[in-house]
């Protein structure tokens, strides 16, 4: 932890913004200085009285002026906090979104785009929404939904879809996105929301996690198959090539 930045940069300065950007929080300061915050796998961020038991794995406790204090706990300690000091930040912050990719909700996440990102790759369409350099923050969960939504084969190779099949996928994922988001995320074990409430997203998941069981489309059995490392559910019936 940049111990040291934290006390430079962060202690006893405002808080002007909170951004996201990929996987990344972002808080920002008065003087321009950013606190980066990565969740990883179990990481958390919570607001708490003062007085609250500590509880194992917290990991930073930052004492806001409201008595409340921010507290990222981390169990398995996969997650990440960085600081960008102030006469820095700008060319941190521009190095950091060039390795990013396109965003979901961003303007660039248009099938023309997607098209021209696909046009000389082959990689399966699935793998293709994963690569976080090329398209930020669609995880396995919200990859296998869209392309069962999209009635598009996880298999298929990015530089055979068509404009059309880009805007039906770019129009799935962002439905399913913004329902996630509102339903609060996805628990998965013991991932809890910011507001350390389970999200329900994953009682209307329709084909991920669901091996064997019917398809929601068709009643056929959903398969389940390794791709790029990371467990895929489609169904053979209703999601062609
Ligand atoms: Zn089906």
Redesign the pocket.
């Known amino acids: 932890m940049p111990r040291k930045l934290l006390h430079e940069s962060i202690q006893g300065h405002r808080i002007t913004a909170i951004d996201r950007r990929a996987k990344y929080l972002l808080i920002r300061m008065q003087d321009g200085s950013v606190l980066v915050f990565h969740l990883g796998m179990t990481g958390k961020l919570g607001m708490f009285p003062m007085a609250a038991p500590k509880a194992p794995h917290d990991h930073l406790r930052l004492l806001l002026d409201n008595e409340m204090e921010l507290r990222f706990n981390d169990v398995r300690r996969f997650g990440s906090i960085t600081v960008w000091p102030a006469d820095h930040a700008i060319i941190q912050e521009e190095e950091f979104n060039s390795s990013k990719g396109i965003e979901p909700f961003g303007p660039e996440f248009t099938a023309a785009s997607l098209t021209r990102l696909a046009r000389r790759r082959s990689m399966p369409v699935k793998t293709f929404l994963m690569n976080s350099r090329l398209i930020a923050g669609i995880g396995n969960i919200y990859a296998n939904e869209t392309l069962?939504a999209a009635s598009i084969h996880p298999q298929t190779r990015v530089n055979l879809l068509s404009e059309k099949q880009w805007q039906k996928i770019i129009d799935c994922c962002l439905r399913i996105l913004t329902l996630a988001i509102a339903a609060g995320g996805s628990t998965i074990s013991d991932f809890l929301g910011a507001s350390g409430n389970p999200g329900y997203f994953q009682l209307q998941l329709a084909v991920y996690g669901k091996k064997d069981e019917?398809?929601?489309?068709?009643?056929?059995k959903?398969n389940k198959e390794t791709l790029g490392g990371r467990a895929t559910y489609y169904?053979?019936?209703?999601?062609s090539i």
């Open positions: 069962f019917p398809c929601p489309g068709c009643g056929a959903i169904c053979s019936n209703c999601q």
